[in-house]
């Protein structure tokens, strides 16, 4: 196929995801300025930074949901932004994404929900979508949950169920969209053991973007930090931890001033003490 | 200073030709998931239902009440003239070319077109949608097009019920309450109802409202900004906006089909 490509990514090792170059704005603010990185086939891989800095997005462009203005995003060999429409969701077939927000379809109980790709993909019959299905909520450990609604779950059982949801089709590449924000110390252990357990026990690939450290640090092989459009800085997380960079450690050790500022960029705060109280 | 206002015209002018092309490709994508139906008629069955069935209560109540208001006040003009034994005429007449297809298609936006936008666009708000993308599974085809045929279909069985309920109205004020005869209520409405100039220029009327009411309404939703802010406006332009299109189409198709 000519969009079909295979590449290896720094160490020589293939390269499931292969971002190069590239460049993305939202109006006239640049999100992504030539950001390069590589995927391991069957790592787990972190995406992290601060809020706003478009590691979601980043998720989207590499789903294909969004078009970047420039470089190129290939997944599994094949240039994403080049696909035809069927040719992209075929692809999508082999990648599992979970939400912030889970994305539950709110309509469907936890058991449809998880059964919903399986039936819109495949033809087989109900009695092997319901052990699909078990399985899936087994390994997440949400069976006993099967006939509840999304109203009835907690925030991190949301999440474990969109994960039962992203596995269901047995992707090759999950990509996990801030799993851990704003879960209790509980269900961030239990989303953390399940997103390095599940990522081995099934051969998958994951990228999991989020600005929680030590979670993310403690499950991902390997770690991209970014900011400003840029990836400023990589490696294990091991090495992270000794980067001589000031603006990984500020962000590892969550340092509240060094070079991302603590103040926002604004004149002499003198010279708006003596504006006399003028509106702004 | 003066461009201001034109510049301000020049982007609203934009904006709204803007959207009407992206409404337009909406209407596009969304035909082209209708054929994919046939194989799964179980989506359509089930927002028939929502659509449709839910809707049915309003419309039964609305239809009633028209019909009543138009005995009574038809009957108040006619009795001058003698010519109250035209009731029956009277009322099925402005039901079914006029009050059918218009009355119920705004209740139509006001119940179920309300809904469906708040529907979709509350999908669309909490990343529904977008899980649905990433899932190879087409919004458009999976949620869009069962809801736009389950209306388009809706609609014209909602404006018959419509005009039915509301002859049984008209005949139970004229008939029942104010003496009017009673063969001669239904025998003049058999007389001067035609089924080609009246009934099914009344049933194009609601096809054509109904496929502009749900157009509107599932496109609102699609298009919403993501915020409940955003739901909330796109919930109100749906009502807002199906009413002018109907009321102005109506003006149009019935200056096509009665204007000599």
Not at chain 1, 82 to 91: G, K
Not at chain 1, 145 to 161: D, I
Not at chain 1, 262 to 278: T, V
Not at chain 2, 238 to 243: E, L
Request: proline share 4%.
């Amino acid at each position: 196929m000519e969009n079909t490509m295979r590449e290896t990514d720094r160490n020589g090792q293939e390269a499931v995801v292969q971002v190069r170059g590239l460049c993305f704005a939202r109006g006239e603010r640049m999100i992504f300025d030539g950001v390069d990185l590589d995927i391991e086939r069957g790592k787990v891989s972190a995406i992290m930074g601060p809020s706003g800095t478009g590691k979601t997005t980043l998720l989207k462009l590499i789903g294909g949901q969004l078009r970047p203005e420039a470089g190129t995003i290939v997944v599994d060999g094949e240039n994403v932004h080049e696909l035809a429409t069927r040719e992209l969701y075929s692809l999508r077939q082999r990648m599992g994404m979970m939400f912030q927000s889970g994305a539950l379809l709110t309509d469907l109980d936890v058991y449809a929900n998880v059964a919903f790709p399986i039936r819109e993909h495949t033809d087989l019959p109900e009695s092997l979508v319901r052990h699909l299905v078990l399985m899936k909520l087994q390994a997440v450990g949400l069976r006993g949950a099967a006939g509840l609604m999304p109203s009835e779950l907690s925030g991190g059982m949301a999440r474990r169920v969109a994960m039962a949801r992203a596995i269901a089709l047995d992707p090759m590449i999950v990509l996990y969209d801030e799993p851990f924000t704003g879960q209790d110390p509980i269900s961030m252990g239990i989303l953390v053991k399940l997103i390095r357990e599940l990522n081995d026990a099934l051969g998958l690939t994951s990228i999991v973007v989020s600005h929680d450290v030590q979670e993310t640090a403690a499950i991902a092989d390997y770690a991209y930090l970014l900011s400003d459009g840029k990836v400023v800085d990589q490696g294990t997380p091991e090495t992270l931890w000794k980067s001589a960079s000031d603006w990984s450690q500020q962000f590892l050790n969550g340092e509240p001033d060094g070079p991302v500022a603590f103040h926002y960029p604004a004149g002499r705060f003198r010279d708006d003490l003596m504006q006399g109280g003028r509106a702004r | 200073m003066i461009l201001d206002p034109l510049q301000q015209l020049g982007r609203k002018g934009l904006a709204f030709f803007g959207r009407l092309g992206r409404a337009h490709l909406f209407l596009m994508q969304t035909l082209t998931g209708v054929p994919g139906l046939l194989l799964r008629p179980g989506l359509v069955i089930r927002q028939l239902y929502s659509v449709g069935v839910l809707t049915l209560l309003i419309i039964l109540v609305s239809g009633l009440f028209v019909g009543m208001v138009l005995g009574l006040q038809g009957y108040n003009t006619l009795v001058d003239f003698g010519a109250e034994e035209s009731l029956g005429v009277v009322v099925a007449l402005s039901l079914v070319r006029e009050l059918g297809p218009v009355v119920s298609a705004l209740l139509f936006a006001g119940r179920a077109g309300s809904a469906l936008t708040a529907e979709i666009g509350l999908m669309k708000a909490t990343e529904q949608l977008s899980g649905m993308e990433m899932m190879a599974v087409d919004p458009m085809r999976r949620i869009v097009a069962p809801r736009f045929v389950a209306g388009f279909l809706s609609m014209p069985l909602l404006a018959a019920i419509f005009s039915i309920v509301g002859v049984y109205g008209g005949y139970f004020v004229g008939v029942g309450l104010l003496g009017i005869d009673d063969g001669a209520f239904w025998s003049q409405m058999q007389a001067k109802v035609d089924l080609s100039d009246d009934v099914y220029n009344g049933v194009i009327k609601s096809f054509v409202f109904g496929f502009v009411a749900v157009w509107i309404a599932v496109f609102e939703g699609y298009d919403t900004v993501p915020t409940s802010e955003g739901v909330s406006r796109a919930t109100t332009r749906t009502v807002v906006h199906t009413a002018l299109a109907v009321l102005g189409l109506d003006f149009v198709l019935t200056a096509l089909m009665f204007g000599d």
